[in-house]
């Protein structure tokens, strides 16, 4: 390796481990780290921020203004209220729904999106049972990145694949789909062990939360309409955006402009909304990465992957997965998923059936996101949100659940990727 290799991973694993430790807020270290790199040589000005993602900061503000505005509809709450009815003020049947319904429109929406929707339903419902919403959040962290996976639209390296591979929506659902089935199911009785059986809420509070009318949440019926209104055609928007070729940013971007102009509600308000702290650990970080990325780390980890298997399909397919779950649990899946593409169009150009090796790229780098707090971007924004409001999720007392549970699913997807597929 030469200085400049050396000097970029220093500086990734120093950045990391600050993040892991929390003695500096994460999103002065990935600022920091970002810094080190321009200042030491690794990255100029222009080439550190030519690997900030801008299509996923422009989904996270598109999205956070969105939510800002429509929230003042009351739309979250009646939403809380009518499943905590629902669930009749019970917490596990509670947090299983809430499970369900963020794992199915991560698969509509991009993750993000889905928890910036959740999150404050979420905290709406604890509020009214009095507990704390942080089992839930981690549970909703990882079925988005869990449903994320089942289709094209679901996940970044998703959609990275499909475009680069030639695949279809229902080639995700009827491959990766179908493997997302196996590890949701298996995850929720896994949830229902750590958390359900703990859950505890007063029945003087499910009862309040019974009596109450979901139609009185509703503050403001104009701007309610308006919101359901964009809420349908953003769904439909992000769907059907390769078809529009437009970007998801794009349509994050421009319901969010529509929103701010028609919601008739105060912008400043709304732009406070705004998770800014996410947003600068997410460009800092970005940043950090891309130094593995210019130095070359990242094509030598791809590189050394594909030569250890010495062309043979099964131990092929094994590595890719596991190695994609463990790097993706720890740095951004999308550069290394960039630098893997490459590789295997090669391969494919060589005669060989790379069909598996889509799929073991698709299910490693984004269920390995359930590894860390840092693994995802869903990850860090229901975090940041949680934290904002007072319940702070660690990296340590994530990692504990996150990251054995990733291993789990990891697993499942082996048992499934062998049966199916070698």
């Known amino acids: 390796m030469n200085t400049m290799q050396i000097i970029a991973i220093v500086i990734f694993a120093a950045t990391i481990i600050t993040v892991m430790t929390e003695k500096v807020h994460r999103a002065v270290a990935a600022v920091v780290g970002a810094l080190l790199l321009i200042l030491t040589g690794v990255l100029t000005v222009e080439s550190g921020f030519s690997y900030v993602d801008i299509n996923t900061i422009g989904v996270l503000i598109g999205m956070m203004l969105f939510v800002a505005i429509v929230k003042n509809s009351g739309i979250f709450e009646y939403i809380a209220i009518k499943a905590a009815k629902i669930a009749k003020g019970r917490p596990w049947p509670l947090m299983l729904l809430l499970c369900i319904i963020t794992a199915v429109l991560s698969g509509f929406l991009d993750n993000v999106t889905t928890v910036l929707l959740i999150g404050p339903m979420t905290l709406a419902i604890t509020n009214m049972l009095k507990t704390s919403p942080v089992p839930f959040f981690i549970t909703q962290i990882m079925a988005s990145n869990i449903g994320g996976t089942a289709t094209l639209i679901g996940d970044p390296p998703n959609i990275m694949i499909g475009s680069a591979a030639g695949l279809s929506f229902l ?71 390769s078809q529009l070729h437009l970007e998801s940013s794009t349509v994050a971007l421009t319901a969010a402009g529509i929103m701010l102009l028609i919601g008739r509600q105060d912008v400043e308000e709304a732009i406070a909304g705004v998770e800014w702290s996410t947003l600068i650990f997410f460009t800092g970080l970005f940043i950090v990465v891309g130094g593995l990325q210019e130095t070359g780390v990242i094509q030598i980890v791809a590189n050394t992957l594909v030569d250890m298997t010495a062309g043979h399909m099964t131990l092929t397919i094994l590595l890719i997965l596991w190695v994609s779950a463990i790097i993706s649990a720890f740095l951004d899946n999308i550069p290394f998923v960039a630098t893997l593409i490459p590789l295997i169009l090669t391969m494919e150009s060589s005669g060989v059936d790379v069909a598996p090796l889509w799929w073991a790229v698709s299910l490693g780098a984004c269920l390995g996101g359930n590894g860390t707090l840092i693994g995802a971007s869903a990850n860090v924004v229901l975090s940041g949100i949680s934290n904002r409001h007072g319940f702070p999720i660690t990296f340590a007392s994530y990692f504990k659940v996150g990251f054995p549970l990733m291993l789990l699913s990891v697993g499942i997807c082996t048992i499934y990727m062998l049966l199916r597929y070698c």
């Open 171 to 241: 080639d995700f659902v009827a491959n990766t789909g179908l493997a997302v089935v196996f590890v949701l199911a298996a995850m929720l009785v896994c949830f229902y062990f750590i958390y359900g059986r703990k859950l505890h809420v007063e029945e003087g509070a499910m009862a309040e939360v019974l009596q109450l009318d979901e139609s009185k949440a509703i503050k403001d019926r104009s701007l309610l309409i308006k919101s359901v209104v964009m809420i349908i055609l953003v769904v439909f928007a992000f769907i059907f955006h």
